[in-house]
């Protein structure tokens, strides 16, 4: 069974500072893993994907994986309001027929 | 028009009544997936089908019945269902069904009176 662990939140952040998203897989053989922004009642769209060890930076957002820990995190630099919502990981490993989700963490930006 | 869609986005129907949702992904993907998305909860993985094969069948009632009648199109029939079967029902696509990143539709907001 393949196990995607998040930390439920909420997270609560201020305008401008770092908010730093967690998230621990359980099947070593995971090969991609990515980051969902979902917002109140609507669906969830892609941010980031990462494949490799180290370090992936879009505009404001890094993506952090560490295979050896098993250990995948979303950085979001300067935070607006705007990025209040719910984060999903989810994880793909060959053998499954499809990504395995996360419970998600809610992130609160204060004004 | 690109992208995953769906039909209708709202949807209220009572518990004898029939009704179907539909997806239509526009991004010449080959895999496509239904999800269920209750209040505060996570997503629910329904059904997967690969290239309009079903390969994927989490426990789900029989009163909800998947159909891909090609690997552009995706139907989700309703019959007899419950009200805690109201929810938020996402229809998502991606290139292979396995490592590759689903895009979302914008889901149907489901309510079984």
């Known amino acids: 069974q393949k196990e995607v662990e998040q930390n439920s939140g909420p997270l609560s952040v201020p305008e401008g500072a770092i908010a730093s998203l967690n998230c621990t897989y359980s099947?070593?053989?995971?090969?991609?893993f990515f980051w969902y922004r979902q917002y109140s009642g609507k669906s969830p769209e892609l941010i980031m994907f990462?494949?490799?060890?180290g370090d992936k930076e879009d505009g404001r957002f890094t993506a952090q994986l560490n295979k050896a820990s098993q250990y995948v995190s979303l950085l979001i630099r300067d935070s607006q309001p705007s990025d209040s919502a719910t984060y999903l990981c989810?994880?793909?490993?060959?053998?499954?027929?499809?990504?395995?989700f996360g419970k998600g963490t809610m992130l609160l930006v204060s004004p | 028009e690109t992208g995953v869609t769906q039909t209708p986005r709202h949807l209220v129907m009572g518990m004898t009544n029939k009704k179907s949702l539909k997806c239509e992904q526009h991004?010449?993907?080959?895999?496509m997936y239904w999800y269920k998305q209750s209040a505060k909860k996570p997503l629910e993985l329904m059904f997967v089908?690969?290239?309009?094969?079903?390969?994927e069948n989490n426990s789900v009632p029989s009163r909800f019945s998947p159909e891909c009648p090609n690997s552009s199109h995706l139907f989700l029939h309703l019959h007899t269902l419950q009200p805690e079967d109201s929810a938020l029902y996402l229809c998502?696509?991606?290139?292979?069904?396995?490592?590759?990143?689903?895009?979302f539709g914008p889901g149907t907001r489901l309510t079984v009176l």
């Open positions: 991004l010449g993907h080959n895999a």
């Open positions: 089908y690969s290239l309009e094969e079903r390969v």
């Open positions: 998502a696509s991606s290139l292979d069904k396995m490592l590759d990143t689903q895009y």
């Open positions: 989810a994880v793909g490993a060959p053998g499954y027929s499809t990504l395995t």
């Open positions: 990462i494949y490799s060890n």
């Open positions: 099947d070593r053989g995971s090969q991609s």
